[in-house]
């Protein structure tokens, strides 16, 4: 089994800045892609980034140039940097990782339990 555990959400006024973290522990060989996908209320789950293993990165349009996805393999940890921050960005974020448990095993998704984002003055 694999555990996705979220850190870093909160409340923020407009224009300010947060950084999320999850961690991934349990029976990992390797990690593939590692992401974040958000939900506000009401909507669907939406893809916000998402990191290769050898860190390459997509965004959703409405975050470009806003968010910055990162990760540490070393740490099977991945980041999400969230500047100039907008209610728009309110939401619960879910991180994911595409997670291989032994050699010749294709990678299955695990998802941490999320973690709320506020943006409101």
């Known amino acids: 089994q694999v555990q996705l555990v979220e850190s870093g959400g909160g409340s923020v006024q407009p224009g300010g800045s947060l950084r999320l973290s999850c961690a991934a522990s349990?029976?990992?060989?390797?990690?593939?892609?590692m992401g974040w996908y958000r939900q506000a209320p009401g909507k669907q789950r939406e893809l916000v980034a998402t990191?290769?293993?050898?860190?390459?990165?997509n965004y959703a349009d409405s975050v470009e140039a806003r968010f910055t996805i990162s990760r540490d393999n070393a740490k099977n940890t991945v980041y999400l940097q969230m500047n100039r921050l907008k209610p728009e960005d309110t939401a619960v974020y879910y991180c994911?990782?595409?997670?291989?448990?032994?050699?010749?095993?294709?990678?299955?998704?695990?998802w941490g339990q999320g973690t709320q984002v506020t943006v409101s003055s």
């Open positions: 994911y990782a595409d997670v291989s448990e032994g050699r010749g095993l294709m990678p299955y998704d695990y």
């Open positions: 349990g029976n990992i060989f390797s990690i593939w892609a």
């Open positions: 990191v290769t293993s050898t860190s390459g990165t």
